[in-house]
C-alpha cells in the first residue's frame, strides 16, 4: 500500500544549527560501498532547518538547491524522506518496515538521490509512518517484538547510507487486522533499542499520535534519546511536550507555498527571539519556491535564499 499524501488540516489553519555536530559515520550502503564524508558546509549561523520532502511526488534533490546568498550554506540542513511505513503482515501478524515504489527507489538510487545531499552536509533521515493496517510504533506487546522492528529500522539506516530516522505515528488505525490498541511500553521499548543499535544517528519524532504521549514506562523516559522533535501542525506554533532542550525543538511548522509567507516570515522571527533551535518545512517541491524559503531564512540567517535548478 502506497503512502499516503500528508495533509495537515487540524484546524482551520494548516496547520538540526546542532545537527552538523552529528557524525555520517561510515555506514555502508547497497554494494558495501560507504558513504562519501560530506564537504564541509559554508559556515551558517542560526537554527537548523529542516525539509519534509514527499518522494512520491518530489525529488529529495530539490533540498540541495537552495543556499544562502550571504555565505553560500546550505539553507535546509536535514532533509527527510517521507515516508517508509510500518505494515502489519496479517499471516505472521508481526510489523514490518515496507518501503513503497518511490522510496525505493529513491533508496536504490542512493547514489544520484541522496549522496549528493550529504555531501553538501545535508543529513538524509528516513521517516517512517504508519498505513492503515493496525501496525504502529505504539502497539508492540512485547520487547521482543519492539526490538526487532528497530533492527528492521537501524538496518536500512546502515543498507543506505542514511543519518538517521523520523518517527511519524499516523495513519496506522490501531485494532484493524486485529492488532492491539497503543500502550505504554511499546514505544519507550522501541526508542531504546533503536538508539543502542544507531548511538551516533538522528532519531527525531514528529510530535503526534499515541507514541508522542507515550514516553516514560517503568522508570525510564526515553525523551532524551532524540534528537529533534517537532510541532505537527502547519501553519501554526506548538512547542512540543518532550523533554528537549530548545535547541532540539521546533514549535514552528509550515508548508511551503501553503502557508503564507508572512506567517513562515512571523514564526521564523519568533523562532529565534525565543530561542529555538530548529525550524521545520513540509512539502518542498521542484518549483522555485525561493520566496517562500526565503521568508524564513531572513529570519533564521539574516540572508535571501538562491534557487539553482
Known sequence: MSNPVRSRVRTAAL?????????????????????????PAAAKQGPTSVAYIEVNNNSMLNAGKYTLADGGGNAFDVAV????NINYNTGSKKAYLHFNENVQRVLDNAATEIRPLQQK????????????????FANFTSQQTASAFAKEMSDAVAEYGLDGIDFDDEYAEYGNNGTAQPND???????????????????????????????????????SKFDYAWNPYYGTWQVPGIGLP???????AVEIGRTSQSTVTSL???????????????NLDGSDRSADVSAFT?????????YTP
Open 246 to 252: 530548545k535547541s532540539r525543538l521546533s514549535p514552528a
Open 121 to 136: 552536509g545535508i543529513k538524509v533521515v528516513l521517516s517512517v509512518l504508519g498505513n492503515h493496517q493496525g501496525a504502529g
Open 268 to 282: 521564523a522571527r519568533r523562532t529565534v527571539g525565543e530561542g529555538y533551535g530548529v525550524y521545520l518545512t513540509y
Open 298 to 306: 531572513r529570519e533564521l540567517y539574516g540572508s535571501d535564499a538562491v
Open 81 to 84: 524522506i517521507f515516508a517508509a
Open 185 to 223: 511500553s511499546s514505544f519507550v521499548h522501541l526508542v531504546t533499542a533503536l538508539r543502542a543499535n544507531m548511538p551516533d544517528k538522528i532519531i527525531s519524532l514528529y510530535n503526534i499520535g499515541p507514541a508522542a504521549s507515550r514516553l516514560s514506562y517503568g522508570g525510564v523516559d526515553v525523551s
Open 15 to 39: 496547520a538540526l544549527s546542532a545537527v552538523a555536530a552529528l557524525a555520517l559515520g561510515t555506514t555502508t550502503t547497497t554494494g558495501a560501498t560507504a558513504a562519501p564524508a560530506p564537504a
